[in-house]
């Protein structure tokens, strides 16, 4: 089993910049790719961004890209987002999540394990 927990968020300005850190246990956690995803009241949970187990490869969702940055320290177990350019849409809850498959995907239903969230307020 592997558990996540997320930490920083909070309430920031458009056009202002925050960080979530992730902490992961259980599993290897250099074996495992990890996204995030991010869930808005009224609205499905949808894709931000993902990294692979190595770190060496990223993906993006288009209305992050270029303002969102993923990044992984496998000595600490950390997955990092770095959020720059913060737009009053980027509001929502935001989840890591690990993806215990070889691939990595964009898809919530890929990934195994979540963690428990952390609410992300831009305010305009």
């Known amino acids: 089993q592997v558990q996540l927990v997320e930490s920083g968020g909070g309430l920031g300005q458009a056009g202002g910049s925050l960080r979530l850190s992730c902490t992961a246990s259980?599993?290897?956690?250099?074996?495992?790719?990890m996204g995030w995803f991010r869930q808005a009241p009224g609205k499905e949970r949808e894709f931000v961004t993902a990294?692979?187990?190595?770190?060496?490869?990223?993906y993006y969702a288009d209305s992050v890209k270029g303002r969102f940055t993923i990044s992984r320290d496998n000595a600490k177990n950390t997955v990092a987002l770095q959020m720059n350019s913060l737009k009053p849409e980027d509001t929502a809850i935001y989840y890591c999540?690990?993806?215990?498959?070889?691939?990595?995907?964009?898809?919530?239903?890929?990934?195994?394990?979540w963690g428990q969230g952390t609410q992300v307020t831009v305010s305009s």
């Open positions: 999540a690990a993806d215990l498959s070889l691939a990595v995907h964009t898809t919530a239903l890929s990934y195994d394990y």
């Open positions: 259980g599993r290897t956690f250099s074996s495992y790719a």
């Open positions: 990294i692979s187990s190595s770190g060496g490869s990223t």
